[in-house]
Every structure is written in C-alpha cells, then in structure tokens.
C-alpha cells in the first residue's frame, strides 16, 4: 500500500519490527524444547535453554578419582586427574571442597583436607590430591566448581529415548502403535468420503439437499458424544479395545469434514467434462474413478493431510477406543502424558519424546502446506 | 500379529473392501437386478440411476450414522437414566442433571469453559488479523506466516510439554530455566512462582497455548480474506486521506466481517471440545477444570456414565446455536 502513496514511512519499519516480534514469541516456545532436547540433564536443570548457545556459568559438584586409585610417588600418596574426566574447555574461576563455601579457592590454590591430604586444583579441571598416609574411604573426594563451560550439545537423550534395547520410555514402541493407527484410519475414510462426495456433488436423487445439510451439521457434533455410546456398541459387537475399534471410530469421526470438503470441491469441477463423458456412455462410476478422482488429487490432499495430523496428534480416541489395561497398544501422546506424570522433572527425556512425536507432522507440515492452506479455505464453513 | 503387518493388512481389506464394495454392487445393479437389456432396458436403466447414488452414499451414510447421529440420541438416552448392575438401566428423568448442577466442579468447569469462550477466539483472531495484515506487507510475509501457522500441526498433547517447559519453576536459590519465571525474576519479581497453581492466572496460561496453537488458523483464513478486498476501495480511502490505522478499521475490517465470524465461530467449536491440554498440564486441578475434561473425568474414571453423558450434553447445548446456524447457512447457499 506505501507504494501507492508513494511514501516508505516508520510504518513500513514499525511493521517489520512488529512481525518480527510476533514471529519469535510464536517460535520460542518450540525452540526452547528443542534446543532442550540436545542438552544434558546437568544442563537442563541448571540454566535456562536460551543460555545454551553462549558458554554458561555452572557450578558443579564433581568428584576426584577415589582412594584405590592412589599411587606413592617419593614418599608421598597421590592421586592425580582431571575433574571433568578428561581434558575440556571449561574454565573454572572459583572452588571449595565443602558445599557451604562453595568458593573458598581460586585455581592454583592448595586446600588442606583432614588427615594432612591436600588437593589442588587448575582452572582446566586438572587436580593434584598428596598426602603423606595412605588415603582411604570408597569415594573421592568432592569438589565444587564454578566454571565457565563452552556450549555442548548431545545426541545421548535421543539414543536413550529411541534406541534403547529395554525400552524404558516406550517411545519406540508407541511411534510404531502411532503409526499403526494413523495411515488406515486416513486412507479408508478418504475413500469413504470420496463416493459419497460424488454422490452428493453430481447425481440427483431426492433427498440431497437434506443429507447435504446434515453433512454440515454433523461436522461440529463434539466427538464427546460419542464416547460412551460406542465404547458400549464396541463392546456388545466384541471389537473391544483395539486398533479396529480406532480406525473405525478415526474414520466416523472424520467424515463429515472429508465429505464437506470433496463434495464443495467436485461440485467446482467443469459441468462439461462430466457431460460429455456422459454421452458418451460412461457410467458413473467410470465417471468417478477416471475422471473425478483424478481431478480432485488437491482437495483428496487436503483433506488426508487434516486427517493424518488429527489422528497422529489424537489422544482422546487414542484413550477411549485404543489402550486396553495392558498398555500394550500405547500411542505417543498417551506416552508423553504418562511422561508427564511420572517423570515430570526429567525434562531430558519429555522434550526428546515430545519431539520425537511432534517430528513427524512437522515434517508433512511443511512438506505439504500448500494443500493444507487450501484445505482450510475450502473447510471453513461459511 | 505385529502390529505393523496388521496395519498393513487393514489397509488392504479396508482399501480393497472399498473398492470391491464400490464395483462389485454397481456391477450387481447393472448386469443382475436391473439389467439394460432385455425389453425394460430403458425402464431399468432409470431405476438402476435412481439406486446407484445411495449405493454410493451407503458406506459414508453407515459410518456417519452410527459414529455420529446415533450417540447424540444415545447419550440423551444415557444422561436421563442412570445404570443399575448387571447391564441395566433406569429412568431417572433430571436427576443427573440436578446432581451435576449441585457440584461445585461442574460449576468450576462451566464458568472456566465460558472464559476460555471468550478469551481463545477473541484474542486468536486479533493475533490472527495482526499477523495476517503484517505479513501481507513485508516480503519475507510468506516465510513469517508459516512460522505462526507451524504450532497447527502439533499435538495438544506436545504443545502442553512445550509450554510446561516455558512455565516451569525452581527453588529461588536456583537458576530458573522455565522462560516465564526468568522473566518474572528480570523485570523485578521477589521470588520464582509456580503459575500453575496460581488461581486464576493458571487459566489464562492454559489458554494462551490454544490461542497459540490457533492464531495460525485464523492467519491462513483472514490472510485470504484480506487479499480478496477489492483494491478500489482501499485506494480510494487512501485519496480520500484515510492513514493507515483508520484503511484497516474502516475499510478492510468491514469486509472481512464475514470471515472473522467463520473464525471465530471455528474456534469457538476447538474450544468447546478441548480436553487434551487441560488433561495434560494440570489435569483440572487448581481450579482449572473445563467441561471436556470434567466429563472424562465422571465417565472413566468416576464410572458415572450419567452424569458424564450429561455434561457432554451440555457441551452439546453450547454448540448447537453454532450448528444451526450453519446449517441455515448452507440451505440457503445451496439454494
């Protein structure tokens, strides 16, 4: 619009700032968690994520190698070593050896232990500990440190979450259950929906207008409804709990915006084709199948994208109509919820498994949001 | 079975049944019962055309009126009995209603539900209208709108662990890595809070991650609507001497008014239904129960299918004016 008045104000400025504002308040949230889950738990509790990329100040609790590792060097007992188990780039700036003056010494300094030990400590972590009896007790000994330590990030919560051989967190497991219950319960009602669209956008029959208008309706019937009732019919007809009872109940509940959506987009497609393919002695379901399908691939898009976001992120479906008592059938977001509850400080393990989970549709996000864009515009009912 | 190869074997049954069903009946009412040869071919193919569409319609028709249609009727059913044992069940009239009515919860869950009605849509489609008109005038607009629109795909569920983190709390002696309280702390706060028990802040936190989650929604449709403005009548309140703030309010908000009902209407339906959010993060308690979740609460784990059906009746109340409305809408479009 400046261009028509023909003068680039501070609005122009003004505006750039301000969607630059809004566009980091909306990312910093999700950022966050990722950069969490990179980061050791050490690092997790101890500062902030947004202080990850700078090298941080901790102070940390570490331990010198324990007694039987000491060796007698002239007369003396020594143990000798580096505090943060190998060589690093910290830089320590103050320590102690006893929690409540955490900041006695400075590197460089001796501090004398009971017993005549004496320990010193460099600022790359690196410690000298001599006495001149043989120390004893099973531990070493404590030190803390306040240390500058350069920014790390680690693939160790992944390993941990994904590949480990027990399984402790059931994410793998709960990926493939995801899966399992996303990829039919997308495909059936798209195909489902697709006829009845059809049906609804193209053939005459009496009556249409009405289903039409029940479609419409039915597609803000709060799924709530539905709990019970179905859990009871599932139950008499034996589905029971189970991945059956879940696609089955995916594909109900996704029909009124598959059939919403195709039959506005068919209703759009060129009279003519249909016609001519008419005359000339196709019937309707060749009509469908070699004309109408083809042509409808973006609103088919749209509306299998909706749906495999809303069953992959589903949790009450997942609740009611999936998870028996065994667990055994457990989807990702009932996994993170029982997370959540149980482990709720290990912030390790929930940002790796929440981005395990939110991975996936992030990733068909961006891949397809062109047709999810469309598929908004053509579902809003208006 | 494992269950991928059962997965796999469902979407052959199912994509093939689907199919099969689709061909086979349309082959059956062809060549069996109304064949377009013989004497009545013409006769029979009318007929054949007249029965073709709810063959059609039939699979879609099914799902939807047992998934759908008939647990409305149902839970009403439900919500005025009440269950005895051994599988039965007795007509009480109203009496769950007035149970629920007497608890101190529902209360809690109907008003929290009636702010969370006016605090998510309202202040979703304002961010949804900011960001849409901001983005529309910057070049990197496209880029920016994609960012805001990315909390759509992910879970309630994921979107409750992104923002715990965001709220969570340490000792005071301890560095926070929760943004908000190292906010708090920056900008003067005495000591780190523990929002989530904060009654009511804590409502309003769980709120702004649906409006979060749902600006981007309302972006994508106000962004559309934006652009669908006739340029002649921006460009004539710009000679007219209009500046910026009143092209916005007096020009383009007015045309879009339609738009931003349909948003604010769409959200209003999310917000009716949202369970996950509240179930995850605080499981309604601290006074943050909403009606969703209230019901889950009475028909799993209270085993109260009464009183739960009636809440979600009442859910139901709460959308139905929504509901007429667009059926109104959709005759009359139709006509």
Known sequence: MSAIVGTKSSLTWAVHLSLVAMVVLWLFPTVGLLVSSFRTTDQISTSGWWNSLSSSEQNLTLRTDAPDTQIEKDGLFIIEGNLFGEASDADISVWGTSSRSIDDYTPGDVAELKNGTTVTVAANGDYLMQSEVPMDGRRGQRVFVTAQTPPEFTLDNYRNVLLDKNNRQGMTKAFFNTLTVTIPATVIPVLVAAFAAYALAWMDFPGRALLVAAVVGLLVVPLQLALIPLLKLHNEIGIGKGYLGAWLAHTGFGLPLAIYLLRNYMVGLPRDIIENAKVDGATDFQIFVKIILPLSFPALASFAIFQFLWTWNDLLVALVFLIDSSGETTVMTKQIVELLGTRGGNWEILATSAFVSIAVPLGVFFAMQRYLVRGLLAGSVK | ?335
């Open chain 2, 1 to 335: 079975m494992h269950p991928a190869f059962q997965a796999i074997l469902t979407i052959i049954i199912g994509v093939g049944g689907c199919v099969g069903y689709f061909y086979f009946s349309n082959q059956f009412l062809d060549k069996v019962v109304f064949p377009s040869r013989g004497p009545n071919a013409g006769r029979n193919i009318t007929r054949a055309n007249m029965v073709r569409p709810w063959l059609f319609l039939f699979p879609a028709l099914a799902a939807l009126s047992i998934y759908l249609a008939y647990p409305v009727v149902e839970t009403l059913r439900l919500s005025l009995t009440e269950r005895l044992p051994g599988n039965r069940s007795q007509f009480v009239g109203f009496a769950n209603y007035q149970q629920m009515l007497s608890e101190a919860k529902f209360k809690e869950a109907l008003l929290n539900n009636l702010l969370w009605l006016v605090v998510v849509p309202a202040f979703s489609t304002a961010f949804g209208l900011l960001a849409a008109q901001l983005s529309d005038r910057v070049r990197w607009g496209n880029i920016a709108k994609s960012l805001i629109f990315m909390p759509m795909a992910i879970s309630f569920v994921g979107a409750a662990v992104i923002w715990k983190l965001v709220y969570d709390t340490r000792p005071i002696d301890q560095e926070q890595i929760g943004a908000l309280n190292a906010l708090y702390l920056f900008f003067g706060g005495d000591a780190p809070v523990t929002w989530m028990t904060q009654i009511p802040w804590n409502s309003f936190l769980l709120m702004a991650v649906l409006v979060w989650i749902q600006t981007g929604f309302a972006m994508v449709i106000l962004s559309a609507a934006l652009r669908g403005i006739p340029e002649e009548t921006i460009e004539a309140a710009i000679v007219d001497g209009a500046n910026p703030f009143q092209v916005f309010f007096k020009i383009k908000v007015p045309q879009i008014m339609s738009t931003i009902v349909v948003v604010w209407t769409t959200i209003t339906i999310v917000v009716l239904k949202v369970f996950d959010i509240v179930f995850a993060m605080t499981n309604g308690q601290w006074e943050t129960q909403v009606l969703a979740n209230y019901m889950y609460d009475k028909l799993f784990r209270a085993n109260d299918w009464g009183v739960g059906s009636a809440s979600a009746m009442v859910i139901m109340l709460l959308v139905s004016p929504i509901l007429i409305w667009n059926v109104y809408n959709a005759r009359k479009e139709m006509q």
